[in-house]
């Protein structure tokens, strides 16, 4: 009867559908940035390089960010400035690999034929005895199956002409591989390796004679193979950017430019058992040439600046935050707080520790509409404070260490995508004060995958 009340309070939230992108707030802040380079570890740490920031004459950042919850300049000596290079995560060897890019401020000049990694002692340049020969604007992603890094595409100068060239590098070397078929020249494509199919995944990019493009192709260390469009397919795009969700096994696409030059913010995910496209019914920003990877200490797709979002963080995928503070009891201050974000199809689990032990019992305000913080001291809750209306209160008992849980199942429906769902906890505190009530703080989570 809970979870039923709970699904039928979320679907009747869910009639206006509420943004799955979210922007996020942080103290650090890496600045106006295009086309910088990213990829993130396994352990959950993103690492960001370079951009072009806007400034005359040296436009070319050559700061190294990494993220970790939060923005923070990584010190010591590295690359020089640039941008659209390319960063990929190697998990055989636990480094990024970073090639290419572009430094000169003019149409005159070349990629960058460099190559670059990241490890426990900082950045160190690689001296591979071949190599693609200076490029930006290229694909690169990193198979998993395979080790090795793989790159398309892209240009070796500021004048019109993409490249229709597969390259590997080993941790040794580059190594130009001759397939069969091919997507054909193009740059500011994207790719990603989608660990279900074990196989790398390309879409769209542009050419100066064919235009931008909306065709996907996998390459399996062998051949390229184009996949035909069927049912609702991404419209041509050039300049966004596509990351593989291993907690989902779907690939995740976002914005772009078309080829009239309209920045694009629609997001859509890639099923490569089922070679189909979906576009996700939720608002996103607009912009292309920004970072974008996935973030997997916390489970949701991580984005950085871009034109049309220069300065600014945005995650996709299921979210949540503390807010405001809780009031002193007997047993401390209680402290609401979630092991993870509300996905659809899973339990969403709140905890409130630090809850009174002598009467075991308490309970959580669930709500799906926030409040102005709201002092209770007129009800007899002296210092403590409401910030949602109590649309269903559940009860809990706290165990012997004052710690209560609750669970509750988020129905797998994609219009719930975007719902904020608040809680607070209420411990029964008797001579405390008047109502022998204390709060926790607030807790908001974001419905999403």
């Given at each position: ?151 398309f595409g892209g240009s070796t100068s500021g004048l019109p002409g993409a490249l229709n060239q597969t390259w590997e590098y080993n941790g040794t070397t580059w190594s130009q591989v001759t397939t069969a078929g091919a997507p054909g020249p193009r740059e500011n494509a994207t790719m990603c390796f989608d660990e279900v199919l074990n196989q790398c995944v390309l879409f769209g990019g542009n050419d100066v004679f064919s235009g931008a493009s909306n065709q996907l192709w996998i390459y399996n260390g ?228």
């Amino acid at each position: 009867m809970l979870k039923q009340s709970l699904v039928t309070v979320l679907l009747t939230a869910a009639a206006p559908l509420a943004a799955q992108w979210r922007q996020a707030t942080t103290t650090g802040q890496p600045g106006t940035l295009r086309s910088p380079a990213i990829a993130a570890s396994s352990n959950g740490v993103s690492l960001m390089f370079g951009g072009d920031n806007g400034t005359f004459p040296s436009p070319f950042s050559s700061d190294t960010w990494r993220f970790a919850g939060d923005w923070t300049l990584v010190p010591g000596a590295g690359p020089t400035g640039r941008y659209e290079a390319r960063m990929v995560y190697d998990s055989m060897r636990s480094v990024y690999v970073m090639y290419g890019g572009w430094s000169s401020p003019f149409s005159i000049g070349s990629g960058i034929d460099e190559t670059w990694e990241f490890g426990p002692l900082g950045w160190t340049q690689a001296a591979p005895t071949n190599s693609p020969g200076g490029l930006w604007k290229h694909a690169m992603c990193f198979d998993t199956t395979r080790n090795v890094t793989v790159l398309f595409g892209g240009s070796t100068s500021g004048l019109p002409g993409a490249l229709n060239q597969t390259w590997e590098y080993n941790g040794t070397t580059w190594s130009q591989v001759t397939t069969a078929g091919a997507p054909g020249p193009r740059e500011n494509a994207t790719m990603c390796f989608d660990e279900v199919l074990n196989q790398c995944v390309l879409f769209g990019g542009n050419d100066v004679f064919s235009g931008a493009s909306n065709q996907l192709w996998i390459y399996n260390g062998n051949a390229w193979l184009q996949i035909p469009p069927s049912g609702t397919w991404p419209t041509p795009r050039a300049g966004m950017e596509m990351v593989y969700n291993p907690i989902r096994s779907v690939s995740t696409m976002t914005g772009g430019v078309d080829g009239i030059g309209n920045a694009l913010s629609d997001t859509w995910e890639f099923n490569g058992l089922t070679a189909s496209w979906t576009q996700i019914p939720t608002a996103g920003p607009s912009g292309h040439n920004f970072g974008m990877t996935f973030n997997y200490s916390q489970q949701r797709v991580l984005r950085y600046g871009g034109f049309g979002n220069t300065g600014e963080t945005w995650h996709y995928g299921a979210s949540d935050m503390q807010f405001g503070v809780g009031c002193l009891g007997s047993n401390g201050v209680p402290v609401l707080d979630a092991p993870d974000s509300p996905r659809l199809g899973q339990n969403y689990v709140l905890q409130c520790a630090n809850m009174n032990t002598t009467v075991g019992a308490g309970a959580f305000v669930l709500s799906l509409n926030e409040l102005p913080a709201t002092p209770l001291d007129g009800i007899g809750m002296i210092g403590c404070t409401a910030y949602m209306n109590p649309d269903l209160l559940v009860s809990v008992t706290p165990s012997g260490g004052g710690v209560a849980t609750w669970s509750g199942f988020i129905p797998n429906n994609i219009n719930l995508l975007g719902v904020e769902m608040f809680a607070q906890g209420l411990s029964i505190d008797p001579g405390i004060n008047p109502a022998w009530l204390i709060s926790s703080n607030g807790h908001v989570g974001v419905l999403g995958f």
